[in-house]
């Protein structure tokens, strides 16, 4: 690049620059060169603009920088020092004290490069950049987080920059200016008279001379900004009106001097605008009302309207605006202000920050005009103003799950004002009402508020205002005698049906659950999708041609398909057509080709048209089209329906196409089944191979397709196909090179680990640490494969070069062998493997290594996965020759280009239309592997930050961005919806700077998916249950700072305690080793798992309890810690919402004497401790804690289970259900997961209770139940128990049952309403469970 490029050229630029770093075309110092100018050229176009794209395209270029900068380069100070910049302008788009932190951290490596390098010598102009950077960071931080060391780093780096430039310099200038600022914000806080005596110094100094520099000017400004800072602060303190005119004026010359987009001209405005605000309310002189609120315009049009910050700036113009116009008595003030307002909030994008606030004020403004004009036209401008701000509000409010307004009084209040609006002005009724109104409209502001006015107004006298309409609109000659007759009579009618309606409260009609007002089943609207199921059974009758819709047995259903699609052949041909043999009935009467000038294209008209479940499709397989459909939607080896597919609603399986474009301009059919996009069939076009064909990269030089598919050499039918290893490394390419910190991750120092791994070279083991580049390889061992394993015998051996050769005699499964090639085709030296890189027979080494895993997969450049195969002997499909089938490729002949897609073998125009299936989807493909089983593997897909998979017959890419095959198939035809597949993981890293409720639900949220993903897969030893999750739990320790127990994270033990089994579960009664309660390897734990653990079972769990709403507040304890007993050591672990979570480690918490901290040995003190906390010493796996409890009998259980929806698939039922619980009344109270009965303990001292762990409080909005195929189930007969408002709530409790011991065993779970909770009289226990 010559020079700075036009704005309009710069995108352009970027997509050739990342086309060309994919395809590995740019040179590392060019690559650097070129990310270091687009960084330069995207900041600026963002200073002019305000697009944040820029600003965060700038920031992937420079973190790309300095990933990839040589340890040597003399770089690296300048670049960490551009990438601190360009953070702290990211916290002025996002606010986020974790850019302030990265920045701060940025600065601090780029000080220390600088001095490494001895910086100030060479280049003292870039040392004094760094430190002033530096210190901007720390001030920056400061004013978010208020750390007073922050605070006094800066000021350290501006006095550091003051002693060693030159006076001069603009370096010195504006270290000063900076200086001078700090200097008095420090005052502001500690109010040491020699921070503002030293700032007013070194302000006074400068502005005494003529200043060094081109930006004198502004600099001047910057410190008069300076001194009206010191004159606001003085008057703070004094109060007197002479430091507030002294600030005004000094910040008022400021402005005059400052460019119009100086960074600094919108705090400038900010400040001028405030003291004016404070001398209105000093003098409440008018005029300086009117320039704080001319000010804060200024500083709303500092910014464009997509600026991040010109919400809060709107905010803060209307939040003056009303303040001055609520005083102000001339109503053309309050019109111009309106005019304004309303101006500059349709400015503003569609969201903004603090958008619904600004309706608020707005509301404030029109309600004040009709305050004073009494017009009626005015009031309905108020009413409708609230009605946007009550939409805006209830749709904040179902995003977090608080109370809806009622909008509907509000819009019931227009149409009565509306209607009374139309009647003459003159009309004698309306000049009483609009009267009243004025009077009205006080009282309700009095009572409720200006912004609640309209409901209060309408709740007060909504059933006057409407008699009042109805009379005019029927413009009957009524007296205010008649009107008043009529709203009494009203009043005592609406009166009497309350009373009517509370009386039939206990049975009132509706239609049977589930079903319509019609008798029909309903089904639930999948949440993912927003689909709705349709019943169209004429439709699907008239395109099948069936009469008779009774059942039929299988082989009546064969026949009669067979009979239908002869009778359509012989039907066509009597007709003189000429049923193409390559199309079934279905295809051929819905017409699934049409054509057109480029050739046959697929038809648009059979959207959404119902093709056929896979019974039919399978009778219709000969057809081309069925038979590609097939291989989308059949299981391993076209056995039968994919599985997933099978659990699908009966009433929702089916097939269903759509014609549709990809991104590329291509057009494919997507299939669906059931509302799941289970990929797409793709017209073979020779133009765009490489996107339909896998083995298209081979083919050069074609005119055709015919000249391909008819040669017998052609590289497309040949059984010695490979993967393509350029199209591999352009994968890999792209994502390093092009997907920034999501796949990336931050810009950091990654921890160093030792490792062992094969060195693809030298065929040997090597040592080195995690910091170098290397693949990982997932895949499944087997149990009778020799896995040649590093041992203690041939562990020296192997480390010699060519120890791993075979001409040593080393024998490797074919699975690594096949690794080993890959990594050395694409050019790369490392691989790491278990069954070679951990010595197999060393207890410790092997132990040290599992405990790593998170390091091991999450620092991998990539994990091979070799997911096609049911052992390590299987190999990886396509890396070698004759290791996979050719692709599937259909051909159809089409006749005189037929519109009816007839074919006459003597035609003398023929066309023939190539037709292939795009892969299947890669999470289809991966939920009928063996690989994807495996409880092991769980981790090592999750952990990696990039993933290579080779099935049966494709291979796949995977990253935290997207998903790409060998066909570069679009995957957003192919399903699920989302761009990539889910990782919980990522999850965790958008949890920083959120909220404290925020983060653990957030966290919560991670761990339930993780917990619920993990436990359906398979161990070959089940005591390694906890040891296959441990890079799992690494990373979750990371955000909780604590430890876990048995699986069940401490920080949240009462939230994690609340699993519910997915199917009948089989206890695990093998030996396990768990985590030791200091994290301490060497106290690892060997017990049984206990019951209240998902761990202490074989088979999967979920967290059905907190599915039903995800915007509901998380619940609140009932349990105020839990403990476990150990070797003369107590551990507490504290539940969710306690304040001593956040104080310290929640691995260390405990409670003992009043104290913090891990308890002294307490065996000798073992007697009293008993005594006031009631623990007994019952074994590391037994959890003691206090906790309100009923028994169980105290409720009665339904015999109907409801069995739960799949929470992947809404029309899916999983083997999970619930029971209804009724109490004494025999009223649905509750629900109880997976017991049929409930059945008294026979332990009359221990019954089996109910204990309550944690509580859902009262709530604005109805707490929603559980999903089945046909919608939500009621957690409570809403009739009888409050769903919202006073009394509302719900009690989460286990169900625990003694069999003649202290030591109670988890059942089930249970969710009861807090009323009928609090009805059946709770008691407190001291509980043992385990």
Not at 171 to 187: D, E, G, K, W
């Amino acid at each position: 690049m010559s020079g700075p490029p036009a704005p309009a050229e710069l995108d352009a630029i970027q997509d050739g620059f990342r086309h060309a770093l994919a395809a590995g075309m740019v040179p590392l110092d060019e690559e650097i060169q070129a990310r270091e100018l687009l960084s330069e050229y995207l900041l600026k176009r963002y200073n002019q603009l305000s697009n944040p794209r820029d600003l965060y395209d700038a920031i992937e270029h420079t973190e790309a920088v300095l990933r990839r900068l040589p340890p040597s380069s003399p770089k690296w100070a300048e670049s960490y020092d551009t990438l601190s910049f360009l953070k702290v302008s990211e916290y002025g788009i996002t606010k986020a004290v974790k850019e302030l932190d990265s920045a701060v951290e940025m600065s601090l490596k780029a000080k220390q490069e600088a001095l490494k390098m001895e910086l100030l010598g060479k280049d003292p102009d870039k040392y004094f950049q760094i430190l002033n950077n530096l210190g901007y960071a720390q001030s920056q931080r400061h004013a978010e987080s208020r750390v007073p060391q922050d605070l006094d780093d800066a000021i350290a780096c501006g006095r550091e920059i003051i002693r060693l430039a030159p006076k001069s310099s603009s370096q010195y200038t504006m270290a000063v200016a900076n200086l001078a600022s700090r200097l008095r914000v420090r005052y502001s806080v500690r109010y040491n008279t020699a921070d503002h005596d030293e700032a007013l110094r070194l302000i006074s100094e400068q502005s005494a001379g003529p200043i060094p520099g081109k930006f004198s000017r502004e600099t001047q400004a910057v410190n008069l900004f300076q001194l009206s800072e010191l004159s606001y602060q003085k008057y703070e303190k004094d109060g007197k009106l002479e430091s507030l005119d002294e600030g005004i004026r000094q910040g008022s010359a400021a402005l005059a001097e400052l460019p119009d987009q100086h960074e600094k001209r919108p705090d400038v405005l900010r400040r001028v605008s405030q003291m004016h605000a404070c001398r209105y309310d000093k003098t409440k002189d008018l005029a300086d009302g009117k320039n704080a609120v001319l000010y804060a315009k200024m500083r709303f049009q500092c910014l464009p309207p997509t600026h991040p910050a010109t919400g809060m700036h709107l905010w803060q113009y209307l939040m003056y605006a009303v303040y001055v116009t609520n005083a102000s008595s001339h109503l053309s003030d309050v019109a111009e202000s309106i005019t304004e307002s309303v101006k500059f909030m349709a400015m503003m994008p569609e969201t903004y920050d603090r958008r619904e606030t600004c309706q608020w004020l707005l509301g404030d403004l029109v309600s004040r005009r009709y305050t004073l004009s009494g017009q009626l036209d005015d009031l309905i401008e108020v009413v409708e103003q609230n009605r946007k701000v009550c939409l805006e509000h209830n749709e904040r409010a179902s995003r977090e799950g608080s109370g809806d307004v009622a909008v509907e009084k509000v819009y019931i209040l227009k149409g009565s004002l509306m209607k009374i609006a139309k009647a003459p002005v003159d009309n004698h009724i309306r000049v009483l009402i609009t009267e009243k109104l004025r009077g009205y409209f006080k009282s309700a502001c009095e009572l409720s508020g200006v912004a609640n006015s309209p409901i209060a107004l309408y709740n007060a006298h909504g059933r006057e205002l409407a008699m009042y309409a109805e009379v005019l609109e029927a413009k009957e000659n009524a007296t205010l005698d008649d009107i008043e007759a009529k709203i009494k009579d009203m009043e005592l009618t609406s009166k009497a049906k309350d009373e009517a309606a509370e009386k039939h409260r206990g049975k009132p009609w509706r239609p049977k659950e589930y079903h319509t007002e019609l008798g029909v089943r309903s089904l639930a609207i999948d949440q993912r999708n927003k689909k709705i199921i349709f019943d169209m059974p004429a439709l699907v009758q008239d395109i099948f041609g069936y009469e008779d819709t009774r059942p039929l047995s299988m082989f009546q259903f064969a026949s009669r398909e067979q009979k239908l699609e002869r009778d359509s052949r012989e039907k066509e041909a009597a007709e003189g057509k000429n049923p193409n043999p390559a199309l079934c009935r279905i295809c051929r009467k819905l017409k699934v080709f049409k054509p057109s000038e480029e050739g046959f294209v697929w038809n648009e008209k059979v959207r959404f048209i119902p093709f056929g479940n896979f019974n039919q499709l399978y009778l219709r397989r000969p057809c081309t089209i069925c038979h590609l459909i097939l291989t989308l939607i059949s299981g391993p080896g076209g056995s039968g329906l994919h599985p997933t597919l099978v659990s699908i609603d009966p009433e929702v399986q089916g097939t269903s196409i759509e014609p549709r474009k990809l991104d590329s301009g291509a057009e494919v059919l997507q299939v669906r089944y059931g509302l799941r996009e289970v990929g797409a069939l793709r017209i073979v076009n020779m133009n765009d191979s490489h996107e339909s064909l896998r083995q298209g990269f081979q083919i050069k030089n074609v005119v055709s397709a015919e000249d391909v598919l008819k040669n017998k050499n052609s590289p497309l039918l040949q059984k010695n196909q490979t993967v393509s290893v350029p199209k591999i490394q352009r994968w890999l390419n792209n994502c390093q090179h092009n997907h920034g910190r999501q796949c990336n991750g931050e810009v950091s120092s990654p921890v160093k680990v030792p490792m062992m791994f094969i060195d693809v070279i030298d065929e040997c083991l090597v040592h080195a640490d995690s910091s170098v580049k290397y693949f990982a390889l997932s895949y499944v061992w087997g149990q009778k494969v020799k896995m040649s394993e590093t041992l203690q015998g041939n562990y020296q051996a192997r480390l010699k070069k060519g120890g791993l050769g075979s001409t040593v005699g080393t024998s490797l499964p074919r699975t690594i062998q096949d690794a080993i090639s890959l990594v050395k085709s694409l050019d790369e030296r490392y691989l790491w493997a278990d069954a070679l890189c951990i010595v197999q027979d060393d207890s410790v080494n092997k132990q040290n290594e599992l405990n790593k895993m998170d390091t091991i997969y999450s620092q991998a450049f990539a994990t091979i996965v070799a997911v096609g195969g049911l052992d390590a002997n299987s190999g990886i499909p396509g890396v070698r020759p004759d290791t996979r089938l050719p692709q599937d490729i259909q051909s159809i002949t089409i006749s005189n280009n037929s519109p009816n897609l007839e074919y006459i073998p003597t035609g003398q125009s023929n066309e023939q239309i190539h037709v292939v299936s795009t892969p299947m989807s890669l999470s289809l493909m991966l939920e009928t592997s063996k690989w994807e089983s495996r409880a092991w593997t769980f981790q090592e897909r999750l952990l990696s930050k990039r993933c290579i998979y080779f099935s049966k017959d494709w291979a796949y890419f995977q990253c935290n961005k997207e998903i790409s095959n060998e066909v570069d198939a679009d995957e957003s035809v192919q399903g699920p919806p989302s761009r990539t597949l889910e990782n919980p993981l990522n999850d965790l890293k958008l949890l920083k700077n959120v909220k404290e409720e925020q983060f653990f639900r957030g966290v919560h949220s991670a761990y339930m998916k993780l917990v619920e993903k993990y436990s359906v897969r398979e161990l070959s030893f089940h005591a390694d249950v906890l040891n296959a999750f441990s890079g799992v739990f690494a990373v979750l320790g990371r955000h909780l700072q604590g430890n876990t127990l048995f699986g069940l994270p401490a920080a949240f033990i009462d939230l994690a305690l609340l699993w519910t089994p997915s199917k009948k579960l089989k206890r695990r009664e093998d030996v396990i080793k768990a985590p030791g309660l200091t994290g301490d390897p060497s106290q690892t734990v060997q017990s049984a798992c206990p019951t209240w653990s998902w761990a202490g079972y074989i088979g999967p769990v979920e967290y059905h309890m907190f599915t039903g709403d995800q915007t509901s507040p998380l619940p609140t304890h009932m349990v105020e810690c839990f403990q476990i007993y150990r070797r003369g050591w107590l551990y507490s672990a504290h539940s969710y919402g306690k304040e001593t979570y956040q104080a310290v480690d929640s691995s260390s918490i405990i409670r003992y004497d009043g104290k913090l901290g891990w308890a002294e040995n307490i065996q000798e003190t073992y007697t009293e401790l008993r005594k006031c906390l009631k623990i007994s010493a019952l074994g590391p796996e037994v959890l003691q804690f206090e906790a309100w409890t009923i028994p169980i009998q105290s409720f009665r259980s339904g015999t109907e289970m409801e069995l739960l929806s799949n929470q992947e698939n809404v029309h899916t039922s999983g083997e999970q259900g619930v029971y209804r619980l009724y109490d004494k009344d025999d009223k649905h109270c509750g629900l109880i997961f997976g017991l049929p009965t409930i059945t008294p303990s026979g332990d009359d001292k221990n019954p089996t209770l109910l204990v309550a762990i944690s509580r859902n409080e009262e709530t604005g909005r109805p707490y929603k139940g559980p999903s089945r195929v046909e919608g939500e189930i009621p957690l409570f007969n809403r009739d009888v128990y409050p769903s919202a408002g006073p009394g509302s709530g719900m009690v989460n409790a286990l169900v625990v049952s003694w069999a003649g011991s202290d030591v109670g065993e988890r059942v089930t779970v249970a969710r009861i309403h807090a009323k009928a909770w609090e009805e059946a009289g709770a008691m407190e226990k001291h509980i043992n469970l385990g």
